[in-house]
């Protein structure tokens, strides 16, 4: 195409009926309806529509049935107690690495957010090894040690789920809480106590009401997590009939093979979920939009520190004392159990082999397969999900077009749905209700993790596209690109590093994902966290152990890689 | 031939009229400029022309060929109109180099590769950036950005050149050097330049002819800048020209008065046949005597500014602001003190309509 005007060369197109616009919009539109939509809809559908009928009398039949109200109940009680005790441990470390002179804050800050890393259901493994009430190595230690038959603490409980939720969970809180408190302007509190108020009247009327806002967010996060969680419950609560909404609609699925009764059932609990879910969100989203005072500015302040003199060693092994009963116990747990020669040994050199871990990665099928798995599953939906987020937020961030609000309102719908819901409805959608029918093959997984993680991919992407200025793109197009071109050229060079935050943000986590590949797996699809969790199903707990580790070392890899990898980009 | 003719054009986002029916003609090879207030719908015109925006209904047509015609179902996208753009915040785009950036038209248009370095040797040469052609934007002055993206706008030798208040974002002194840059290459190439500004002086400095758009989206005057400056249509078009003074002139019986409390007009009376009417004069028409014949003033607020002492001066109980050469007030003794009392005369005042003096000085 020529760039100079030729006199009189009449070469206008004509509106046109289909631009490139339009089929952005109806490529994004059709991904998100396809992948998270339709699944949720026929959840829907299918608990409160019975015999073509709008039936809601029938799910509060369900919903009232002793199981499925005993989950819920379990799902509140849960979720309310991980809210409760992950909040106050949150808030206070939250405090003591941002607003006293604790020695090493800066690394206790890190330290405090491995858990986000390490994935839940592992922890949960590691801690039935020291603390199942017979055969945990700590509970044997104590009763061994005092003679006595009763163990010192039951994990299989309310309180043992509680307590290990809270271990992988309070970081929600952590993040909130220490990031407002750095950014909180300290002549606030400084003016306060020229005018005479003590340190006591000032964290009571200023700090706190300041923070009270990420606080409640960050509880919220907890409560939405827990809520819909499946690993922790599944490995502590299953065991002695403690069942939450996610555990019983994995329950219900897997024992009833189709059976009617029991898919509804499930669907009605998805739905409760999917609803709770929403419902969570938007508090959140009004305690955050009310709590945005003007006074935690955007810039970052020296706050006052509290002096802890005496306190200040002590409180600095107590910080130590919980990463290392937190952190490196069942880490160090999970490596000794898989490198035991059978399980129930006692942890000494002389019963250890490398057996395990060389007939896991080399020679068993199953657990060599799983990670194959894992490692292709999480590639594809990562490269998946994070070019569908491109276009996606693109739309929304970028594009003016008619229909765009439609497009918006599906945007959000990923981030309100729990795995086992997706899960589910992918079931529902891809078992040959439609003609396609993928059930029990690695695309109905891969499937489900683009629904699960796409809400990753549009929060990175739309970041990045957000911090690319319409008129660079319009430069584009006043130099003759055309929009293709300009996307191309423009505007994914520019958010190369938001996508490259999305494939990690979702590669990584679909590597040790569970909830979703344990509903939807078949007898060569197992993934490493179904296999893990499989394994320890079946007893064999060395081998859960060990090919957990191998998931550990995998993990800390890649979280060590993206690191180096984003110090680097930043240089440049 | 890159004239752009505007016909009829309306512009609405939601419920909000931007531009109604508005028609405007740039002949080729001149320097047009687009003035108005911050917000009045001079930028949406601009992007009308350059394709980021369809107007409801009306026609643009750019060197003959219209690119835009809802009528007959016409629009044509922003990278087939073959014009160059520069935007007010410049645009360049960040991880590509200098020479990367000005290249881009040439490498989308396909340009052969030889031909592209020269063409890109030269452009970023014309805009005084040779020898930094590997620097990444981000090693750039703003002014120097700015640059860039004036290359690449003229690297393909377009026909027709729209500037988006491009000087928006400098400083005082670069954006009078770019500003005669522009005019500069403007003659040079003899391209036809649209040129979107809040700023008079720049405006008024840079433009062949000029249109005055106000705040409704509505051209009051189209002009070359002397006749806008000198013949304003209206107040709006006046008080939009620099700083200006408006005192109400009244008649009362056979003579005029001005001022709110009414002292005796002593200019030439108004040639209009309405009660009251505004006259309106800029600071630098005020002359000042302690005696004689003129108005008899007060003298409200005296500040010396160097070369010329600005005062603050009420007549007949409105305040007006006058400007006068520091060497005039020194050599005739007119530095007044406040409070003092001084003549009025008044050069080359322009009449409207007693209407115009809502809103008063500006």
Known sequence: ?572 | MANVTIENVCKRFGARTVLDGLSLAVDDGECFTLLGPSGCGKSVLMRLIAGFEAPESGTIAIGGRAVADPARGILVPPDRRGLGMVFQDYAVWPHMTVAENVAYPLKIAGTEAAARAEATRRAVAMVGLAGLEERLPSQLSGGQQQRVALARALVSEPRLLVLDEPLNNLDANLREEMRFEIKALQRTLGITVLYVTHDQEIALGIADRLAVMDGQGHLRQIGTPEEIYERPADAFVFRFMGIANFLPVRRQGDGWVAGEAGVPWTGPPPQRPDALLAAGFRPSDVTLAREGVGMPATVRRASFLGASVDYLIEIGGTLVRAALPSHDCLSRGLLFAEGEACRVALDGVQWFAGGALEGGAA
């Not at chain 1, 979720?79 to 949150?90: H, L, N, P, Q, W």
């Not at chain 1, 330290?111 to 922890?123: E, K």
């Open chain 1, 1 to 572: 195409m020529s760039t100079t005007i030729l006199p009189g060369a009449e070469k206008a197109s004509f509106l046109p009926r289909v631009g490139t616009a339009q089929i952005l919009l109806g490529l994004s539109i059709g991904i998100l309806v396809v992948v998270v939509a339709v699944p949720v809809l026929l959840i829907f559908l299918n608990s409160f529509w019975v015999n073509g009928q709008f039936n809601a009398l029938d799910v509060v039949r369900v919903l009232s049935r002793g199981e499925t109200y005993e989950a819920l109940l379990n799902s509140l009680i849960l979720a309310g107690g991980v809210t409760v005790t992950g909040t106050i441990v949150g808030t206070f470390f939250a405090w003591l690495v941002s607003r006293t002179d604790l020695p090493f804050k800066g690394l206790m800050k890190v330290l405090f957010l491995i858990p986000f890393m390490l994935p839940s259901f592992i922890g949960a493994l590691a801690w039935k090894m020291l603390l199942s009430p017979r055969a945990g190595y700590i509970n044997r230690l104590f009763m061994d040690f005092f003679g006595t038959d009763t163990p010192l603490f039951d994990i299989y409980s309310y309180q043992g789920i509680i307590m290990v939720e809270t271990m992988y969970l309070f970081p929600f809180v952590f993040i909130q809480v220490s990031g407002a408190l750095e950014r909180m302007d300290p002549t606030l509190e400084e003016s306060a106590r020229i005018s005479g108020a003590s340190l006591f009247t000032i964290t009571r009327k200023i700090t706190i009401p300041l923070v009270l806002p990420s606080v409640v967010s960050g509880a919220l996060l907890i409560a939405l997590y827990s809520m819909a969680h499946f690993g922790t419950v599944a490995v502590l609560g299953v065991e002695v009939g403690i069942y939450n909404i996610p555990t019983l609609i994995y329950e219900k699925i897997h024992q009833s093979a189709g059976n009617f009764t029991s898919i509804r059932t499930a669907t009605v609990l998805a739905s409760v979920l999917v609803m709770t879910a929403a419902f969570i969100l938007w508090l959140q989203n009004r305690v955050l939009s009310r709590g945005h005072y003007q006074i935690i500015a955007g810039k970052s302040f020296r706050p006052t520190e509290l002096k802890l003199r005496g306190l200040r060693i002590p409180l600095l092994l107590f910080c130590l004392a919980y990463i290392g009963f937190t952190i490196v116990l069942p880490t160090v747990t999970i490596f000794c159990v898989g490198l035991l020669k059978t399980y129930g040994l006692p942890i000494a050199l002389e019963n250890m082999t490398l057996h395990n871990f060389e007939y896991i990665l080399f020679e068993w099928d199953l657990t060599r397969g799983a990670i194959v798995n894992s490692l292709l599953l999480g590639f594809s939906a990562a490269v998946i999900t994070m070019f569908a987020g491109v276009i996606i937020s693109y739309v929304i961030v970028k594009m003016r077009v008619r229909g765009k609000g439609f497009l918006e309102f599906l945007g959000m719908l990923p981030f309100s749905v729990p795995g086992s819901v997706i899960a589910l409805g992918t079931m529902l959608a891809w078992s040959g209700k439609f003609g396609i029918n993928i059930y029990n093959t690695a695309w109905i997984i891969l499937v489900a993790y683009i629904a699960r993680y796409m809400a990753f991919s549009l929060k990175a992407n739309s970041a990045a596209l957000e911090q690319v200025h319409d008129s660079l793109v319009e430069a584009a197009r006043a130099s003759g690109a055309t929009m293709w071109q300009a996307l191309r050229d423009i505007v994914i060079p520019l958010v190369r590093p938001g996508m490259l935050a999305a494939f990690f943000l979702i590669f990584l986590p679909a590597l040790r994902e569970l909830t979703v590949s344990v509903m939807l797996y078949g007898p060569t699809t197992r993934t490493i966290g179904v296999a893990i969790y499989t394994l320890n199903e079946d007893g064999e707990t060395v081998y859960a152990a060990a090919l957990a580790g191998v998931a550990l070392i995998l993990i800390v890899t890649g979280e060590g890689l993206i690191k180096r990898l984003f110090k680097i980009g930043m240089k440049k």
